[in-house]
């Protein structure tokens, strides 16, 4: 059972527009979610997260919305840039625990 | 933050042997795990490495295939034991640090293959 799915494998993106990435959750008791990068060998890295009592999240060009009536989750990107290209995770946790279950990734493609 | 180092950074195997990926953190870490990215696939929590007891194993995971070590805090190892071809994946070593609000670090990774 997939707790956290992100059902777009891959999206292609053109420079200096809009990305935006979703992921969609089915446990309730998650109250905390995180948006990870990974580059082809190395550990992902944290982007941004965002808990449960808001529902958006803003660092820079990334912001990230949480609806949690739908369980369902989302970054943006904007303006996207070739360096964003990357595998793009989404994470659900319940805080204080540090256990988080992770999404099946997002590959993002931005060209020029 | 946090620096996690992880060797091997790759490994090929034979089958039925094991291999031990070390994790060694360079500050203060509250708690520390073990994933696994198989090819394609999500990165799946394998277990919590408790410091001087035994590991805590996520479904589908037990200590007779993937024994856990954690003598002190900024230290852990995995095992995999009597591999198979189906071992073959990326192991990945995380923690948390006091004050990180959830937010794990990770090493850059074993890509493990086993023949």
């Known amino acids: 059972d997939q707790q956290v799915k992100q059902n777009s494998p891959s999206l292609s993106v053109q420079e200096g527009r809009i990305s935006i990435l979703n992921c969609d959750y089915t446990?309730?008791?998650?109250?905390?979610f995180l948006w990870y990068k990974k580059y082809p060998a190395e550990g992902p890295t944290f982007l941004i997260s965002i808990s449960s009592i808001k529902d958006k999240n803003e660092d820079g060009r990334f912001t990230v919305f949480l609806n949690k009536s739908a369980k369902h989750l989302s970054l943006h990107i904007v303006p996207s840039q070739p360096g964003d290209s990357a595998v793009y995770f989404c994470?659900?946790?319940?805080?204080?625990?540090?256990?988080?279950?992770f999404g099946t990734g997002t590959r993002l493609q931005v060209f020029p | 933050s946090a620096v996690i180092s992880q060797k091997p950074s790759r490994d090929i195997c034979q089958r039925g042997t094991s291999l031990t990926i070390q994790c060694q953190v360079d500050?203060?870490?509250?708690?520390m795990f073990w994933y696994r990215q198989q090819p394609g696939q999500s990165l799946t929590l394998i277990a919590t490495?408790?410091?001087?007891?035994?590991?805590?194993?996520e479904s589908g995971f037990v200590i007779d295939k993937f024994p856990i070590s954690r003598p002190n805090l900024t230290f852990s190892t995995l095992t995999v034991s009597n591999m198979s071809p189906e071992d073959s994946s990326i192991y990945l070593c995380?923690?948390?640090?006091?004050?990180?609000?959830?937010?794990?670090?990770f090493g850059s990774g074993t890509q493990l293959s086993v023949l």
């Open positions: 994470a659900a946790g319940v805080y204080n625990t540090d256990k988080l279950i």
């Open positions: 500050s203060q870490v509250t708690m």
């Open positions: 995380s923690a948390s640090t006091p004050g990180s609000n959830e937010k794990l670090f």
């Open positions: 490495a408790n410091q001087g007891s035994e590991a805590t194993y």
């Open positions: 446990n309730s008791m998650f109250d905390y």
